[in-house]
Nanobody
């Protein structure tokens, strides 16, 4: 089994910063892609940022220049540094792991439980 634990959400004022953490544990051999999605009330879940094992990153246009994703492959951990936060960034943020290679195949995808980010004055 694989456990995915997120932390780092909270309430912050506009212009502030937060850092999200996501750590995966279990019988993991390697993880191809680690990323963050978010879902605001009444909206569809959307990709925020992702990073593959080679280090290439993808960002939503709305967060480019403000958010930075990074990963520690040895620790199966992904981080999302969020700066210059705006009220429209308010959402539940979900960690996503794609193509997780396990000791027992086949590879699978996993989601975290979600962490609330609220940007408000």
């Amino acid at each position: 089994q694989v456990q995915v634990v997120e932390s780092g959400g909270g309430l912050v004022q506009p212009g502030g910063s937060l850092r999200l953490y996501c750590a995966a544990s279990g019988n993991i051999v390697r993880i191809y892609s680690m990323g963050w999605y978010r879902q605001a009330p009444g909206k569809q879940r959307e990709l925020v940022a992702s990073i593959i094992s080679g280090g290439s990153t993808t960002y939503a246009e709305s967060v480019k220049g403000r958010f930075t994703i990074s990963r520690d492959t040895a620790k199966n951990t992904v981080y999302l540094q969020m700066n210059s936060l705006k009220p429209e960034d308010t959402a539940v943020y979900y960690c996503n792991l794609k193509n997780v290679v396990l000791l027992i195949p086949p590879p699978r995808d996993y989601w975290g439980q979600g962490t609330q980010v609220t940007v408000s004055s």
